[in-house]
């Protein structure tokens, strides 16, 4: 009995820091883009609509070029990612979905997946994005 309230504090935990971290990224996208690649880790892989972005300067880049941006999550849903297969690393799955609207474009439906990885320094906990998967929902007729 004990393992299980041990795993549902671990899931607890894990939705806190999701919650807390996807407040930051949104915020940061909308109202900061120039510092969201810090949310990232070096070698970190985002897939925008099946497109693959890998590492800071080509992410930067990628970010500079999206127009001003208007986010709103509707949803959202964590779990923990079991350490055997990150190789003993904490690492969080985090799923939103919501709308956005694009300087100049209309609202749209997105989805976005993330693997937060837990970068542990003796001061604190930083979760940093080491996979980022970016759909749009709808259609553009």
Known sequence: MAASVDFKTYVDQACRAAEEFINIYYETMDKRRRMLTRLYMDKA?????GNAISGQTALNEFFEMLPSSEFQVTMLDCQPVHE?????????????????KFDGNKQRFFNQNFLLTAQVTPA????????????FQDLVL
């Open 45 to 49: 892989t985002l897939i925008w609509n």
């Open 84 to 100: 055997q297969a990150t190789q003993g690393q904490t690492t969080i799955l985090v799923v939103t979905c919501g709308s956005v």
């Open 124 to 135: 604190n906990t930083v979760w940093k994005i080491a996979s980022d998967c970016f759909r």
